[in-house]
């Protein structure tokens, strides 16, 4: 015994196995120091700041300007992305790494840039706004002047139609002139229009308010303006639609106006003379070109500002990050007393200490202060935060584990055994080289392409299989691993190892499924025979063999998950956890689970005949009965009574004497000190800062004894149920090999029976895409999450608590950019 | 199906009720005014409310803030979430839904009628309307000289041209007309949703009935305090009342003759829900009524949050974000000209 602890005690340390050993402890900074030093320790990325003015809000805090001011940066470097996307410019891939400027330069030279844009942006939108307007007026003249010509010329061609019946054969000429005089007049006088442009989704409201509005007393017609125009409010193209109204009266006029006004329709002025027309008609051509041309060299102008802004924007960004991080950080600190100084506290992995005094005497030095920061360690009274160092590969096992719950601070870490028996578990449902091979290759591309996707932004699926990319590439190697055991190559047996053992009874081979084969050579060396494949012997000998293999890898796991429990108590020197619950609980799952694996074993190495089930069976029913024919091994009746009474002692066990010795271990602490408990809390802080003497200043005999009754039942029924769990590889296993063999017999080779590519084709994509979307996808998907069941519940329940809470350490890393 | 909406309701309604509920929980709680109501400058406020569910919509506005732009933004939220569910709504929640906008389509045709006869500049009165309430043509509304004209050119095409056949007059329009026509409007729109939502039945009636006799009651109450001393006649007066509501038709008959603020306290005190309403104010006061209703409805409003399977939560949803908007429109006044001490006189918690 003495030797196996000291065995255990020199074994080498696990890095993973156990959170790194972290520590509390106190800066005081001075003032001139502050921001310096907390940004070096953003570098660092090591030191977790505990918030000390949690009560405060967040426009109470100390450095509360600065960060209204980082807000207000971010929101012009929004406003510049804004404007540089709008621009359609790209901001440039590769920023010019600059020398970092001061915040202060930066928020000036921001201030600039911001007016300079603002003020471009509304000069541009001036001359745009008399563009359109020009543009709107070209419009008006060309179609607007078409109708008042077109309704003119129809107008005096019925007149003469008249004149020419009343005025048979008088001077054609001067009469109809004279008439046409005399209809203009008309048109001055009672006859008038407006003519303008309206958005063409409005064109139809707009012509019903004014046939409302003038009783019906009105002439509206409309042409669609060929072009399309930019509304400057939405930026925008609009199809916009020609306008003119003929009506009568004035006061027809200002409603009408006033219902242009209310539906945004600009009128326009369109002489009737058409001399005059084409006259404005050039005018408003020449000013429109003018204008263009002042238009483009403002849009160059800006892009080219946009353009020298776009090379600073990203680092100007991330530089603003860090700012604002840095002073969120520095409003999680205290002044002290005499106001010099920042007083802040945190966590820290005690690794770590030396980088950290490094870095904050870097920041004295740098910031020529007289004064250096003062780095002291604290005694902490919660419990510290839990931090494991990973790498790429194990992160994501770690991530599998961390997703049920973040280990208790030095806790055992069952992502040590995850990283093998996740993948193995998985591969034992998956068992199929073929599939394997495919899952592999995929790990393969998403390992080799790695330094190029890591920088990318992924979708959120393509972000997961990238996460899990080391999980998938060991659980592919698996399934190979265990697909050659099965010898499965999507569900076709293979002669790899050798020649088969059996051979059919008869030439024809046809009774192989009801009479079975005849062996006549060695055993196949490696795996299931292939000769098996559709035989009669195939099912019962696959489903024996994985069924027993699921009991003993789950026994197996179990046990490991007990053992790992008595490592946490030997860790947290807890002998009461390690006699009145590891070796009862071991006893007890071993004397029945790790019996019935002994029987297996016994039963595939002597090649017995006898039933496991009847001898499991019979051994609660009548332990005392001959077994018979059932019989492994002499001794086995004594045996099982032994065993069966282990199990029953172990119950009891593991339920009373861990509560009644932590019921008299309470007592005895307290003894002589009846009257201690007034004042006991201040007082035991300063004798005993030890966080876990905090927890046991109430004991409440009840609630301990409820729980640990609790425990020794789900433990008792749990070993049974859990066992009977672990029976999901092999149901999965079969589930997937029937699966494979059915696309592959039913589809595959029932469409090359056909002598006819067309159905061959169809049979072989529609195999091609179920086995790509049902067994590669779906099956991984299902057998992945049946191993993640059988890691969290199965095996976790041993031993693992998971309510630590995670290392958050401020640093420049982290921070991402999802503030937009 | 009366009773068993809980069997056909999630169909077409519980993706939207989950939505509501959910904007619900974001809504400011009496922790978040406390803070808020410690704020020193706008920008405080604007910091503060970058946490909430405001954030996104305050955040790219430039440092100097005004009042009428956190409002703006913090309306501008209510408008994007109600459009987004009216977009998702099916018959006949969708209807239900633009119910709720007709109060707002009402006020705005007031005042953009008032602004006109007052000679006001239509895009400065068009800025000043109520999102929720605009509708396509309501900038002609400036055309219109009177009733006539007003519903003949404008509000035909609108929902609320139904309710209009009370007062179509030749009149031309000035500030007691509009003022009655406001009232009468608001009354067949009142009746026509208390109608509509009778008509649904189930849990949705029951609960829109408790939150509609109110509103209706309230307005009631203020339309009498408001004619004390005005010519309008008694008549005239229990005309503007809506034919539903808790004081229906009694209490009616007896505020239609009230001549001061104590004969309405007397009549109100009839009922014991409105009972406890007056007996937080003093005799001959008025001023804090307004605040005690309110209160009083955001509790009613909360409480239709406790059933699950009627539309009522969408109305309650709507009604106390306003309220909310309110509350965030004073606290900002009162920070924005240094009058801080009357900060809690009008800001109605409503959890």
């Known amino acids: 015994m003495e030797r196996m602890e000291k065995f255990l005690d020199n074994l080498p340390p696990m890095d993973l196995m156990r959170s790194e050993k972290m520590t509390l402890v106190q800066l005081i900074i001075p003032v001139e120091t502050a921001h310096r030093a907390v940004s070096y320790l953003g570098e660092l990325g090591l030191l977790q700041f505990r918030d000390l003015n949690a009560e405060k809000s967040p426009f109470q805090r100390t450095f509360v300007n600065q960060v209204k001011r980082c807000g207000e940066m971010s929101r012009k470097l929004r406003f510049f992305k804004d404007q540089i996307s709008k621009a359609g410019l790209l901001s440039s891939v590769h920023p010019v790494v600059e020398p970092d400027v001061e915040l202060e330069d930066l928020e000036i030279q921001l201030a600039e840039h911001e007016h300079e844009l603002i003020e471009m942006n509304s000069n541009s939108e001036k001359l745009q706004q008399r563009y359109n307007e020009l543009l709107e007026f070209k419009m008006v003249l060309q179609k607007a002047g078409g109708f008042l010509v077109s309704s003119n010329n129809h107008a005096v061609a019925e007149e003469t139609e008249l004149s020419e019946n009343v005025y048979s054969n008088d001077d054609y000429v001067e009469t109809s002139s004279l008439l046409e005089q005399e209809m203009r007049h008309a048109d001055q006088s009672g006859l008038r229009f407006i003519s303008g442009i309206i958005c063409k989704s409005k064109a139809l409201r707009f012509e019903r308010m ?70 404005i008609t050039r005018e408003v051509l020449s000013r429109l070109s003018e204008l263009e041309t002042t238009l483009d060299a403002g849009v160059r102008h800006r892009n080219k500002a946009l353009t020298s802004i776009g090379y600073h924007l990203t680092q100007w960004m991330s530089m603003v990050r860090r700012e604002k991080a840095v002073y969120d950080t520095l409003n999680m600190l205290n002044f002290d007393v005499t106001k010099k100084c920042l007083v802040g506290e945190g966590w820290c992995p005690i690794f770590a200490k030396a980088q950290i005094q490094e870095a904050l005497q870097q920041a004295t030095f740098d910031s020529n202060s007289q004064v250096g920061v003062i780095f002291h360690v604290m005694d902490a009274f919660e419990s510290p935060p839990t931090y494991f160092r990973t790498n790429h590969f194990t992160n994501a096992y770690q991530e599998i584990v961390d997703a049920y719950g973040v280990a208790r601070y030095q806790e055992a870490n069952p992502a040590v055994y995850t990283v093998i028996t996740f993948p193995f578990l998985f591969a034992v449902m998956f068992g199929d080289w073929g599939h394997g091979i495919c899952l592999l290759l995929g790990a393969l591309v998403l390992i080799a392409r790695e330094s190029r996707l890591s920088t990318q932004k992924l979708g959120s699926f393509m972000e997961m299989l990238f996460g899990g990319r080391y999980v998938l590439l060991l659980m592919s190697l698996f399934s190979i691993y265990c697909g050659l055991i099965y010898n499965e190559f999507f569900s076709v047996p293979f002669h790899i190892f050798g020649g088969s053992a059996y051979k059919c009874r008869d030439a024809t081979c046809s009774d192989a499924h009801s009479a079975g084969l005849i062996k006549f050579r060695d055993p196949y060396p490696f795996g299931v025979d292939p000769s098996w494949r559709g035989s009669r012997s195939e099912l019962p000998f696959l489903n024996s063999l994985k069924m027993k293999l699921s009991i003993l890898l789950g ?84 045996l099982q009574i032994v065993l069966l009474l282990l199990a029953l002692i172990a119950v009891p066990w593991m339920l009373f004497p861990k509560p009644f010795i932590l019921k008299k ?86 469409a090359w029976g056909y002598d006819n590519i067309v159905i061959r084709l169809v049979g072989l994509a529609v195999f091609a895409f179920a086995t790509a979307f049902i067994l590669l996808m779906m099956e991984t998907l299902s057998a992945f999450l049946h191993a993640l069941r059988l890691h969290w519940v199965e095996f976790q329940n041993k031993f693992y608590h998971g309510d630590g809470y995670k290392f958050k350490p401020f640093s420049f890393a982290l921070i991402t950019e999802d503030d937009n | 199906m009366y009773g068993f ?122 800025e000043k309307c109520h999102p929720l309430g605009m509708f ?115 209490g009616h008959e007896e505020l239609a ?95």
């Open chain 2, 257 to 351: 003759v009230c001549e001061d603020i104590d004969q309405v306290r007397a009549v109100m005190e009839k009922y014991p829900p409105y009972q406890s309403i007056f007996s937080k104010l003093s005799y001959g006061e008025s001023q804090m009524l307004d605040k005690a209703f309110y209160e009083e409805e955001v509790k009613r409003l909360c409480l239709a949050f406790e059933q699950q399977f009627h539309y009522g939560v969408f109305f309650a949803y709507m009604r106390l974000r306003e309220q909310e908007i309110r509350n965030l429109m004073w606290i900002s006044e009162c920070v924005a000209q240094n009058q801080k001490s009357r900060v809690h006189d009008s800001v109605v918690f409503i959890f």
């Open chain 2, 136 to 250: 396509d043509s309501i900038a002609t509304l400036a055309v219109a000289q009177n009733m006539r004209e007003l519903y003949r050119l404008v509000l035909v095409d609108t929902p609320l041209a139904p309710y209009f056949s009370e007062c179509i007059t030749s009149e031309d329009l000035d500030d007691m007309n509009i003022e009655i026509m406001r009232n009468t409007l608001y009354k067949a729109y009142l009746e026509d949703f208390y109608k509509f939502c009778q008509k649904l039945g189930g849990a949705t009636a029951e609960i829109m009935s408790d939150l509609l006799a109110f509103e209706a009651d309230r307005r009631a109450v203020n339309i009498t305090i408001n004619s004390i001393g005005t010519e309008l006649t008694r008549d005239d007066r229990r005309k503007l009342y809506s034919n539903f509501g808790l004081l229906y038709p009694y």
């Open chain 1, 210 to 279: 004014l046939f409302r509005a003038t009783r019906g007393n009105m002439l509206f017609n409309q042409e669609p303006a060929g072009e399309e125009i930019m509304d400057p409010l939405s930026a925008e193209m609009v199809e916009k639609t020609v306008f003119v109204v003929f009506f009568s009266g004035e006061q027809a006029r200002t409603k009408i106006l006033k219902i242009c006004e209310a539906f945004g329709a600009n009128s326009y002025p369109v002489p009737e003379d058409i001399s005059k027309q084409r006259q």
């Open chain 1, 665 to 750: 271990l309470h007592s005895e602490r307290f003894q002589g000190r009846t009257y201690g408990m007034l004042g006991s809390s201040e007082f035991d802080l300063d004798v005993e800062p030890d966080s876990s003497w905090q927890h046991q200043e109430e004991f409440n005999f009840s609630e301990v004894f409820v729980h640990q009754m609790i425990h020794s039942i789900e433990f008792v029924l749990g070993a049974v149920s859990n066992t009977a769990s672990y029976l999901r590889l092999w149901a999965l296993s079969l589930a997937h090999s029937e699966l494979s063999t059915v696309f592959y017999e039913k589809v595959l080779l029932l």
């Open chain 1, 555 to 638: 026994v197996a796991q179990m046990n490991l998950g007990i053992i790992l429990s008595y490592f946490n108590a030997r860790f947290f020197h807890d002998s009461l956890d390690i006699r009145y619950q590891f070796v009862p609980q071991m006893i007890f799952l071993n004397s029945l689970f790790g019996y019935l694996s002994l029987l297996i074993i016994i039963k595939w190495c002597t090649g017995s005949q006898a039933d496991l089930y009847h001898v499991m069976i019979y051994m609660f029913l009548s332990p005392t009965d001959d077994l018979g024919e059932n019989e492994l091994f002499w001794g086995q009746r004594p």
């Open chain 2, 5 to 126: 909406e809980s069997m056909t309701f999630n169909i077409h309604g519980g993706y939207l009720e989950a939505i509501v509920r959910g904007h619900r929980a974001g809504l400011l709680t009496a922790a978040d005014y406390n803070n808020l109501c410690q704020c020193e400058t706008l920008d405080d406020i604007k910091m503060h409310l970058s946490a909430t569910e405001y954030g996104p919509y305050l955040q790219n506005e430039p440092s100097p803030l005004h009042t009428t732009t956190i409002v703006e933004k913090c309306t501008l939220k209510l408008v994007d979430e109600y459009k987004y569910m009216l977009c998702q709504a099916t018959e006949p929640l969708s209807t239900f839904l633009e119910y709720i906008t007709y109060g707002h389509m009402i006020d705005n045709v007031v005042l953009i009628v008032t602004g006109t006869l007052h000679e006001r500049d239509v895009h400065e009165l068009l």
